[in-house]
T-cell receptor, first 109, second 116 residues
Framework: GQSLEQPSEVTAVEGAIVQINCTYQ??????LSWYQQHDGGAPTFLSY????GLEETGRFSSFLSRSDSYGYLLLQELQMKDSASYFC??????????FGAGTTVTVRA | GAVVSQHPSRVICKSGTSVKIECRSL??????MFWYRQFPKKSLMLMAT?????????EQGVEKDKFLINHASLTLSTLTVTSAHPEDSSFYIC????????????FGPGTRLTVL
């Protein structure tokens, strides 16, 4: 089975940097994904790491260390619109995703 | 990416009735769609995998006779909650697996079901 752990809440001010960690235990690993979900909305795909290292997409970056079963999502230059829930996810052989419990990011002015 | 729609966005029904939720892939032919449910402030829980032209695959603990899934075309999957009860009230979200060998899924906007 799959098991993912991430912090439940993070609060930061506008312009700050936030790092959301995710540790996982999986029977087979094919990559770590990150999704953003605003209140009442649909999850939207942010990033995907299959190999070790850092992937940068604008203000958001994602990192993976397969040997440590660990990844993180880095949110830079925080904006109010970044207030949302962020989920890490892993998939299995059948491309089914298992999600972490989610991290609620609150950005304050 | 893929554009996914769901209908209805919100539905309120009486206990004992059945509710059908549609998930459409508007710009991509999806052989595989997924159905999730999400309780408030909780994570997404996979309910079933919907495969075009074949029976859906249900996750452990999900009653297939209660949550009927039909994937009759490459652009449409439906989830029918039969004999709904208040405990079925939840946010139901579908997703499309985008491409053959990809981890990326594109999600519909979700359907808020409230059973009175």
């Amino acid at each position: 089975g799959q098991s993912l752990e991430q912090p439940s809440e993070v609060t930061a001010v506008e312009g700050a940097i936030v790092q959301i960690n995710c540790t996982y235990q999986t029977s087979g690993f094919y990559g770590l994904s990150w999704y953003q979900q605003h209140d009442g909305g649909a999850p939207t795909f942010l990033s995907y790491n299959a190999l070790d290292g850092l992937e940068e997409t604008g203000r958001f970056s994602s990192f993976l260390s397969r040997s440590d079963s660990y990844g993180y999502l880095l949110l830079q230059e925080l904006q109010m619109k970044d207030s949302a829930s962020y989920f890490c996810a892993v998939r299995d052989d059948d491309y089914k995703l298992s999600f972490g419990a989610g991290t609620t990011v609150t950005v304050r002015a | 990416g893929a554009v996914v729609s769901q209908h209805p966005s919100r539905v309120i029904c009486k206990s004992g009735t059945s509710v059908k939720i549609e998930c459409r892939s508007l710009d991509f032919q999806a052989t595989t769609m997924f159905w999730y449910r999400q309780f408030p402030k909780k994570s997404l829980m996979l309910m079933a995998t919907s495969n075009e032209g074949s029976k859906a695959t249900y996750e452990q603990g999900v009653e297939k006779d209660k949550f009927l899934i039909n994937h009759a075309s490459l652009t449409l999957s439906t989830l029918t909650v039969t004999s709904a009860h208040p405990e079925d009230s939840s946010f139901y979200i579908c997703s499309v697996k985008y491409g053959l060998n990809t981890d990326t899924q594109y999600f519909g906007p979700g359907t808020r079901l409230t059973v009175l």
